[in-house]
């Protein structure tokens, strides 16, 4: 059983492949990416490297030569990479992969007001289309965003502004998803199933904002806006219209319970529980406090 892993060279991919290989041999894997600089030291350990771009569909073909098992990995330019999904489908299939694993999301359905969906949507109608084995590996909220990407201006300012009003969602960590899909890859009977990738809790912003308090040190408050008042402040910091959208689309989202999915998939698949959202915190206390 041959495995290549596309994106490789990602941070949830190159994750994925390092769980990997802490079950199979590296002559067993492939990866794939357009820039394999980058996964020099995989090569250096025996682990096929080769030239693959979603944007240049000629080239994964014969990236993905050999390969029984692929995963895809979501990219995440919206709107263009249904096409790049497209080429990465069609290659598998010219190559003669069986099983594809794609990397989903805990909100893909057909009502959810979510801006990053409809792309997700498609990618599913143009998997279960070619007559691959598929798996849905539909995950969570990565914790990774709020920790290192929301808490660290909040806390400057000392408050968490969003349009959640206290919705909650069951954040993952990236290295839970990670290890999730090496267990799927490596392992069979997965074929057609979908599994829901979550933390082990369900929290709002507003505990998110408490927690980082407690880890900073400092008082951080929290408040939800209308979305309208939400995108105002957005567009006045100078965010593109593109990721406004996704972020109070999002906020839309979570609260209509898009982001309540709870499962113990982690635990199930890699024989560990899933990791709360403080132990990332503790991981970037740095970050968190300034030091």
Known sequence: MRIAIASASGQLARATAENVLEKVSPDDVVLVSRNVEALADFARGGVTVRYGDYDEPESLPAAFEGADRLLLVSLHQLGHRVTQHRNAIDAAVAAGVRHVVYTSYIMVHPDCPSTVVPDHLRTHELLDASGLEVTYLRMGLFAETPVTQILPPAIARGMLVDNTDHAKG???HRDDCAAVA????????HEGRTYDVTGPELLGFDE???LAAKVSGR???YLSVPD???DAQLRAAGVPDEVRGMI???GVALRAGY???LTDTVQRLTGRPARPIADLMERHRALLTGA
């Open 248 to 250: 109070v689309s999002f």
């Open 208 to 210: 998110i904002a408490a």
């Open 259 to 261: 982001g309540e999915p």
């Open 228 to 230: 309208d008042e939400l």
């Open 182 to 189: 090496a267990a799927v890859l490596t392992s069979s009977g």
């Open 219 to 221: 008082p951080v408050g």
């Open 170 to 172: 069951a954040f993952v």
